[in-house]
């Protein structure tokens, strides 16, 4: 691909050059996104052709310098640079735009050159600084992926070698592991060739794990007994529908067989989770200042370690209370760096347990800003709409859950940024928060009406003028939306609920938005007040006019143990927890139909 530089000019570059480029080119270049504002304000259009990013910049000198000394102009007055075949240049030619200004940069100056044109070169040397940059960063990524490549590979092999010493040794000892043996027992060794389909892995409907946590140092002997305990618990998820009697096989896409549009892609899909190998690692949450928690917590605990022998993380501060009450805890793990630990969290645990009420899952959820092991929620709250597991019976259903297969309920989430006005652009928000039950935008100490414009995947949808706007997930939707006047839904049912709060018209009805749009939430610009937003009833944010929240559905759904099956749970919680349509029922004696 070439470049011409034009007498007269297209676009102008200092007094006496120009410069253009190709509109193909223009267009490659546009995705190289490195921003330079370091210009001239004498040189307006050069200014501007150097914001569509580097490369730009770097032809640009090669072109403005061959153009300065003739000699190298063709017989028709034009000059050329290379480019790779998607239009940047590659590292040569970068460096020879590097020589080439630095060349320029040490001539001695022409007689009569303008003010500008000294300001320009002050500019190369910028550009050529940046040049040099920019080479030397391609070098050094080039290098680190090749390093990073080598340890893959390395770290493979050593992985591929261990799993074979571990197998062979499980097939000739059997696992010894007191309780786990005998659950272990349900469960076929895994023999080499069943690794090796686990590998390979995801049945046809179902989801595989095979996430593998190893820490300290592998090539040490000690640690092959050592990666065995830490090897992170591989489950598979799989789903049928009930209520299918036919067990037909079902298409996964739609099918348009003899003009009939069937699927098998419905959202009521009872998920049911089988281990692949044991769990090894649980991490229990509890509410806090609970005696009846903290009790239950320190008897659970030690049973999952005598019985089960797996390893227990908990919170500090309940580390604490259990160290407070023996120092036979001190086998109990937590972190210490939490920002820097919680984020690893997901790697290392193989199963949450909550103790409290619903607030506690949440409070767990809210822990796992990306993947979220299966949770299993001990009820010890008021109500309990996600807490199905009744604390009496924690070592039988601990013990069932253990052993597996489990019906889970795969809890979606909303992920939501807040986009301040001031922000350069849409990427350049603060920091992501997910949330499992609802994000509300209300007028908060305010005594003003709240407006609210909402967007749907950029359709208007309303202006809300009332108290505010829910925001919630199905979960969600037994709770403040519920309250909002929203109707309660399947936990399954992939959709998002959009709950006016106290909206000031008679029409506003909410609405529930299929799964898969982006909503957006904007103050707007003549709004008489801020708005706060608050995720999961926590971390209020509060939103100046201009702002918005923009919200979508995460990738990262909860998956929560099922006491029965998900649909039965669901049902059971708004009876027991709501007396759902509760009423005496008629006497039978009393005016009938003729
Ligand atoms: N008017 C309201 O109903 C109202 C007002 C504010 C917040 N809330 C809810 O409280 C939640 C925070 O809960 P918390 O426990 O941290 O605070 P909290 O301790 O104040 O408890 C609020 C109540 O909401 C219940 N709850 C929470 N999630 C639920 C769900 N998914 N389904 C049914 N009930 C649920 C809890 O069991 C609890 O009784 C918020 O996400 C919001 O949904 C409700
Ligand atoms: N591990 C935790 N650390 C800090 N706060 C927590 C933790 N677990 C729960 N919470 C908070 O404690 C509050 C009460 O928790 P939870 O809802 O579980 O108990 P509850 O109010 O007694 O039960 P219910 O909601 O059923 O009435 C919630 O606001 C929750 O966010």
Redesign the pocket.
């Given at each position: 691909m070439n470049l011409y530089l034009h007498h007269p000019p297209r676009v102008s570059v200092g007094p006496s050059l120009s410069l253009s480029l190709s509109p193909q080119v223009l267009a490659n270049l546009h995705s190289t996104c490195l921003h330079i504002y370091t210009f001239s304000p004498q040189l307006p259009n050069f200014y501007h052709c150097c914001c569509e990013g580097i490369s730009v910049i770097s032809l640009s000198l090669s072109l403005y310098i061959r153009a300065m000394s003739p000699s190298q102009l063709d017989s028709n007055g034009n000059a050329s640079a290379s480019l790779q075949e998607n239009g940047i240049p590659d590292s040569l030619s970068i460096l020879n735009s590097e020589k080439a200004v630095q060349e320029i940069i040490q001539q001695p100056l022409m007689q009569g050159i303008e003010d500008n044109l000294i300001e320009f070169s002050e500019a190369m040397r910028t550009v050529a600084k940046a040049l040099r940059r920019a080479a030397e960063g391609k070098a050094s990524a080039q290098a680190e992926a090749v390093e990073w490549k080598r340890k893959y590979e390395l770290e493979r092999a050593r992985n591929l070698t261990l799993e074979h010493k571990v197998l062979s040794s499980g097939e000739s000892n059997g696992d010894v592991n007191g309780e786990r043996a005998d659950s272990s027992a349900d469960q076929p060794v895994l023999s080499s060739q069943t690794y090796k389909q686990s590998e390979v892995c995801c049945g046809k409907h179902g989801l595989c794990s095979h996430e593998v946590l190893r820490d300290g140092d592998p090539d040490s002997d000690c640690n092959v007994v050592q990666n065995r305990m830490t090897r992170k618990a591989s489950f598979k998820l799989s789903w049928c529908c009930n209520g299918d009697n036919s067990g037909q096989q079902k298409h996964d896409i739609v099918s348009f067989e003899r003009g009939n549009i069937t699927t098998a892609e419905r959202s009521s899909k009872q998920i049911s989770l089988k281990w692949e190998s044991q769990p090894q690692t649980v991490l229990i949450l509890t509410k806090p200042n609970s005696t009846s928690v903290r009790i239950l917590c320190a008897e659970m605990v030690r049973w999952l370690k005598e019985k089960k022998k797996l390893n227990i993380f908990v919170e500090p501060r309940v580390r604490i209370e259990l160290l407070t009450e023996s120092s036979y805890y001190n086998f109990v793990q937590t972190w210490q760096d939490a920002d820097k630990e919680i984020v690893l969290l997901h790697m290392k645990v193989d199963l949450v347990v909550t103790l409290g009420?619903?607030?506690t899952v949440?409070?767990a959820a809210s822990m796992f800003k990306g993947p979220v092991p299966p949770v299993v929620p001990f009820s010890l709250?008021?109500?309990?709409?996600?807490t199905p597991f009744h604390s009496e019976h924690y070592r039988e259903c601990l013990d069932s859950i253990l052993r597996g297969p489990i019906s889970i309920t795969l809890r979606h989430r909303l992920l939501c940024h807040v986009i301040r006005d001031a922000a350069k652009n849409e990427y350049d928000t603060e920091e992501s928060v997910i949330v499992?039950?609802?994000v509300t935008i209300d007028r908060g100490i305010s005594s003003f009406l709240t407006n609210l414009e909402c967007y749907c995947d950029n359709s208007f949808v309303t202006c809300v003028q009332g108290d505010g706007l829910i925001l919630s997930t199905t979960?969600?939707s037994?709770?403040?939306?519920?309250?909002?006047g929203g109707s309660m839904v399947h936990p399954q049912v992939p959709g998002i609920l959009f709950t006016p709060i106290c909206p000031h018209s008679l029409s506003f009805r909410p609405l529930i938005l299929p799964e898969h749009v982006t909503l957006r939430v904007q103050v707007p610009f003549n709004s008489r007040s801020h708005a706060w937003a608050s995720f999961?009833?926590?971390d209020r944010k509060r939103l100046a006019p201009g702002d918005a929240l923009v919200c979508s559905m995460a990738p990262w759904p909860v998956p929560t143990a099922c006491q029965s099956d998900s649909t039965s749970d669901f049902l059971r919680s708004i009876h027991d927890?709501l007396h759902w349509n509760l009423r005496k029922t008629q006497s039978f004696d009393g005016p009938s139909d003729p």
């Open positions: 009420g619903d607030g949440l409070w709250g008021s109500l309990g709409f996600m499992l039950n609802e979960s969600g037994t709770a403040y939306s519920l309250a909002a999961d009833g926590k927890g």
